[in-house]
T-cell receptor, first 115, second 110 residues
Framework: EAQVTQNPRYLITVTGKKLTVTCSQN?????MSWYRQDPGLGLRQIYYSMNVEVTDKGDVPEGYKVSRKEKRNFPLILESPSPNQTSLYFC??????????????FGSGTRLTVV | KNEVEQSPQNLTAQEGEFITINCSYS?????LHWLQQHPGGGIVSLFM?????KKHGRLIATINIQEKHSSLHITASHPRDSAVYICAVCDMDSNYQLIWGAGTKLIIKP
């Protein structure tokens, strides 16, 4: 089944303790992206990747790192999480067309709480 | 002013009603997406449009490029259609980036 797998679904952690949220897709998609969703603010892009070893900042990259060593994986790393990073996180992937992204497949989301 | 505006923000309707959700945008786009987010949080891509109209089951999406406007219609609405519907546009100038609307929360009552 074609899908984007995100883990974990739920995570409660303490301030400053490094964590990684994993994202893996099995559709050979070039484009992958991380979003956070907060009440009243909608989806905001954190980082995206056009292809292996190509990553770029989105709208809210501060406090996050990503890597794209393989096409299928795009982990989100919080080196020193803070309470303002408490949010619902989504990973998404897509094929790239000419000048646009061709439809999105989203992961199930990760609800992160930093205390 | 937001580059992508959705209306209404909230919509409550009775089962069976015809539903329309609107999306207006101010940038040049290469495509427009409609997505659905269920109460559990999962997001599903419904349509990607660059012109005209698409239909999938009871869902219909239209786009008017000249007027920079798109609509999502739901015919014979059902309580399971209750969700947040999100419009996002692919900005021509920003190389695959999506600009997101704030979403429309739809509740269909039995």
């Amino acid at each position: 089944e074609a899908q984007v797998t995100q883990n974990p679904r739920y995570l409660i952690t303490v301030t400053g303790k490094k964590l990684t949220v994993t994202c893996s897709q099995n559709m050979n998609h070039e484009y992958m992206s991380w979003y956070r969703q907060d009440p009243g603010l909608g989806l905001r892009q954190i980082y995206y990747s056009m292809n292996v070893e190509v990553t770029d900042k989105g709208d809210v990259p501060e406090g996050y790192k990503v890597s794209r060593k393989e096409k299928r994986n795009f982990p989100l790393i919080l080196e020193s999480p803070s309470p303002n990073q408490t949010s619902l996180y989504f990973c998404a992937s897509s094929l790239r067309g000419t000048g646009r992204v061709l439809g999105y497949t989203f992961g199930s989301g990760t609800r992160l709480t930093v205390v | 002013k937001n580059e992508v505006e959705q209306s209404p923000q909230n919509l409550t309707a009775q089962e069976g009603e015809f539903i329309t959700i609107n999306c207006s945008y101010s940038v040049g786009i290469s495509a427009l997406h409609w997505l659905q987010q269920h109460p559990g949080g999962g997001i599903v891509s419904l349509f990607m449009l660059s012109s005209g109209k698409k239909k999938h089951g009871r869902l219909i999406a239209t786009i008017n490029i000249q007027e920079k406007h798109s609509s999502l219609h739901i015919t014979a609405s059902h309580p399971r259609d209750s969700a947040v519907y999100i419009c996002a546009v692919c900005d021509m100038d920003s190389n695959y980036q999506l600009i997101w609307g704030a979403g429309t929360k739809l509740i269909i009552k039995p």
